[in-house]
């Protein structure tokens, strides 16, 4: 419905390290999907081998307190040297309350690294607080990328999420070649259920330009993901979930 016609499917935490459902729908998808996937910090290269053929382009770890307990970045950071080989990239959701913790390790990876949802700001914090000061400060580093995703997860005002935007077009505005969007469906863990139509009629705000909204929707994820197959036409967007 929304006219998405390449995706990146992350692998949900309710379904541990089974990357099997995510596999299985990028192997529907002929070519038009690929996946992140979740993984021990003990996976072989065996295994990261066969979920590379599969269509997986990346791990994600999470930082969050209500998804468990977390994995040591140092160790984490350690893994990327292995992730490299494949070229894939480290994808990293964290709590803003993390990110000057998180950020001299982060710049110490050995392959790209793809903050989620803004960094969790608070959108009622305004554009000056240390949080978001120190998000960009990271994304300075050109490995660094960052969703535009997640204004419903970082508004405070709720639909149709006006205190979020800010935020995000301001990174894609100084970072439009490593900025990347989604809606975030099916909206895990949420205190209430968006309607994916308002947010992708927030991209108008958040990408303000036609150069802008392709770079976003359509060059960088094929930069970052490696799509197999391109489409008919690059003028449809791509997303990242």
Known sequence: MLGIERCV????????????????????????????????????????????????????F??????????????????????AALEWHLQVHFDSALIEELAPWLLRSSTPVVIDHVGRIDASRGLEQPAFRALCRL??????WVKVSGSDR???????????IPYARSLVERFGDRTLWG???PHPNHNHVPDDGVLAELLGQ?????????????????RLYRFPVLLETEARSAASS
């Open 9 to 60: 499917v992350v692998q949900s935490t309710c379904h541990g390290f089974d990357n099997s459902v995510v596999a299985d729908t990028i192997a529907a998808r002929g070519g038009a999907y690929c996946g992140i996937a979740l993984a021990p910090l003990s996976v072989s290269d065996t295994t990261l081998h066969q979920l590379h053929g599969q269509g997986f382009r990346g791990l994600r």
């Open 62 to 83: 999470n930082f969050m307190k209500h998804l468990g307990s977390a994995t040591p970045i140092e160790e984490i950071i350690k893994l990327t040297a292995r992730l």
């Open 139 to 144: 994304m300075d580093d050109p490995r660094m």
């Open 154 to 164: 970082i508004s405070r005002q709720g639909p149709p999420y006006a205190d979020a």
């Open 183 to 185: 809606t975030d469906w």
């Open 206 to 222: 958040i990408a303000p330009s036609e150069r802008l909204v392709q770079a976003l929707l359509v060059e960088n994820p094929q």
